[in-house]
Nanobody, 128 residues
């Protein structure tokens, strides 16, 4: 069973950068698709980015494309979200998630229901 712990959130000014990390337990981490989602106050959780097991396929929400980069280091059991050119509308709790029900997938999974386990979240606040 994979457990996830996010870190790296904080307060940053608009135009700044942050890098979120998600450390996973479990020896089979490298076989799973990983995703990042976010939820702002009063809004539904939304997809941000996902990465295939190999790291060879990445997918982004239109709102973050060109500003955010998802990556993974399977040797460290960690997935990252590099966030540049941050905007106030990026303010949210960011969650990482793992899709355990399939392995070695390169497909796109943008729905929360596509994932089987979640971290506790890390707060990102972007001031204007």
């Amino acid at each position: 069973q994979v457990q996830l712990v996010e870190s790296g959130g904080g307060l940053v000014q608009a135009g700044g950068s942050l890098r979120l990390s998600c450390a996973a337990s479990g020896r089979t981490f490298s076989t799973y698709v990983m995703g990042w989602f976010r939820q702002a106050p009063g809004k539904e959780r939304e997809f941000v980015a996902s990465i295939s097991w190999s790291g060879g396929s990445t997918y982004y929400a239109d709102s973050v494309k060109g500003r955010f980069t998802i990556s993974r280091d399977n040797a460290k059991n960690t997935v990252y979200l590099q966030m540049n050119s941050l905007k106030p509308e990026d303010t949210a709790v960011y969650y990482c998630a793992v899709r355990r029900r399939t392995t070695f997938s390169e497909f796109y999974y943008p729905r929360g229901g596509d994932y089987d386990a979640w971290g506790q979240g890390t707060q990102v606040t972007v001031s204007s």
